[in-house]
């Protein structure tokens, strides 16, 4: 079955430290991988997804296929950082149609 | 910026009572879904809509749950009746397409269940 694990709920680090949020997936095809995060009182909004390669805010992640992982990475923790954040697993839903799977998610605080 | 609208932000209902939720996806968004999320969870997937087409409906209780999107734009989500365990965030979210990868959800507010 397709599944997305997140196995921190809880990570607390200090400004400037390095983060990093872990991912692993397991999915027996091509997978399509997203992070998405809700800072306190916001929407849940995409932050990035793996097919743009591209960095958000800082934030990078990279497709391990090895590994069935998309782990989340930050070099400097700022304290705006501070949110949760979901990893997502895009799935065929039917004909051209995709859905995606969430993990349970991750709590950053980064304390100052 | 436009916005995915959910109404009401909050209920609370009785155990057997009935409940409704409804949403506006952002105009001219094909994709309409709808998630509940359980305290601790990550948001599961109950009902897409592509159009007013349902195209995955795999996850939703439908002995109580029901589900529409009659014009193809905003969606009603209803509970009937309510037990104990629906107590959730009911999120709504909507795409352009509904395609892999090239598609952003945007995500409602949400609308806070607590059946008493």
């Known amino acids: 079955a397709q599944r997305v694990t997140q196995p921190e709920k809880l990570l607390s680090v200090f400004k400037g430290a390095p983060v990093e949020l872990k991912c692993n997936y397991s999915?027996?095809?091509?997978?399509?991988l997203f992070w998405y995060v809700q800072y306190s009182r916001q929407r849940l909004q995409l932050l990035l997804r793996h097919i743009s390669r591209e960095s958000i805010k800082g934030f990078t992640a990279d497709l391990n296929k090895g590994e069935t992982s998309f782990h989340l990475k930050k070099p400097f923790a700022q304290e705006e950082d501070s949110a949760m954040y979901y990893c997502a697993l895009s799935l065929n839903s039917g004909g051209s149609n995709y859905k995606l799977t969430f993990g349970k998610g991750t709590l950053l605080t980064v304390n100052p | 910026e436009a916005e995915v609208a959910q109404s009401p932000r909050y209920k609370i209902t009785e155990k057997s009572q009935a409940v409704a939720f409804w949403c506006d996806p952002i105009s001219g968004h094909a994709t309409l879904y709808w998630y509940r999320q359980i305290l601790g969870q990550g948001p599961e997937l109950l009902v897409q809509?592509?159009?007013?087409?349902?195209?995955?409906d795999s996850q939703l209780p439908k002995d109580r749950f029901s589900a529409e999107r009659l014009k193809g734009v905003d969606s009603t989500l209803k509970i009937q009746p309510a037990e104990l365990g629906d107590s959730a965030m009911y999120l709504c979210?909507?795409?352009?397409?509904?395609?892999?990868?090239?598609?952003?959800?945007?995500f409602g507010p949400g609308t806070r269940l607590t059946v008493l």
């Open positions: 999915y027996s095809g091509s997978p399509e």
């Open positions: 809509f592509q159009d007013e087409s349902v195209v995955d």
């Open positions: 979210a909507s795409s352009l397409f509904g395609l892999a990868g090239k598609d952003t959800q945007y």
